[in-house]
């Protein structure tokens, strides 16, 4: 499935290719319109109102390990437990609602923080893995971008047996087979690089589970994509490293929280929450309990 996060980073290589205009922050963004009255059923609630209500609603992509699923009609996942903390140091109760991602990270941000689907459309208070960069926040004026909590990076995971000597690089790809999940940004990174030449070694998956799967069954000799879900499905017989990327400006990204952007201080209070969890720990429990490497993002 396409995640939002992906095209939030091709976007990025783009603004950051050399050669590029360098522009300085929001310098080259016309501001657009800000939508300041809305029915009641549209808009999220305030941070009063919340605490009135007794609970509060985060937005998770849905089918999504390790960050968000549901398992026997129960959230799971990194996103779902920081939302219950979150909550906790609110006082009140979580709610999740699991959303599709969209063809674009704007389009999420639209359709379940500040607006709502064209049908059916309302949204939630809360946001969760939402990526993070100064110059997209230009962008998407009617949202706060707030609470980092992790910093995401590109990995390629190899089968022990077919590289045990060295771990792969790209460029290994001209001549062994190398799954990524279909339409991501390792697809694009690979699909362009040395002219084309990786693409009759590249195999599409709609997953990286289904990727990591078809590692793990021998069909590919690697897979590449965000390290914290190939590293969700590694398995003794696979190992995971980062190895430098020729003509990749944009390896690393940050994740956060958006709320609408006239719900400052639920923003403010949702920022504190969390910043709380990376100081005492708690953060990096949530990914160590699910097997991942913790990588914290920086105020």
Not at 191 to 197: F, K, R, Y
């Amino acid at each position: 499935m396409v995640r939002a996060a992906f095209f939030l980073c091709i976007i990025l290589v783009m603004a950051l290719a050399p050669g590029g205009t360098a522009w300085s922050r929001c310098e080259s963004y016309v501001p657009g319109a800000r939508p300041q009255n809305a029915g009641r059923d549209i808009v999220g609630q305030d941070l009063d109102q919340i605490r009135e209500r007794g609970f509060i609603e985060f937005a998770v992509y849905e089918d999504f390990p390790p960050y968000s699923w549901e398992e026997g009609g129960r959230p799971r996942g990194i996103d779902v437990e920081v939302g219950r903390l979150v909550a906790a140091a609110l006082g009140v109760l979580p709610r999740f609602r699991f959303v599709a991602a969209g063809e674009t990270v704007e389009d999420d941000l639209r359709n379940y923080v500040w607006k709502g689907a064209v049908v059916g459309g309302r949204v939630s208070n809360v946001m969760l893995h939402v990526p993070y960069s100064s110059e997209f926040a230009c962008r998407v004026e009617q949202v706060v971008l707030t609470g980092q909590y992790f910093n995401e990076s590109v990995a390629i995971a190899y089968s022990r047996e077919s590289y045990p000597d060295a771990a792969p690089l790209p460029a290994y790809f001209r001549f062994d087979t190398v799954g990524v999940e279909n339409d991501s940004i390792a697809d694009f990174y690979l699909s362009g690089l040395a002219n084309g030449q990786l693409l009759k070694n590249t195999r599409r998956y709609p997953t990286p589970a289904a990727a990591m799967a078809a590692l793990a069954g021998g069909e590919v000799k690697a897979v590449m994509g965000a390290r914290s879900q190939l590293e969700f499905a590694l398995t003794p017989k696979l190992a995971l490293h980062q190895p430098p990327l020729p003509g990749f400006a944009v390896g690393r990204w940050t994740l956060g929280v958006a709320v609408r952007h006239n719900y400052r201080p639920l923003a403010y209070a949702v920022d504190d929450a969390i910043r709380a969890l990376a100081e005492d720990g708690r953060l990096r429990r949530i990914f160590e309990d699910y097997g991942l490497s913790f990588a914290r993002a920086q105020w």
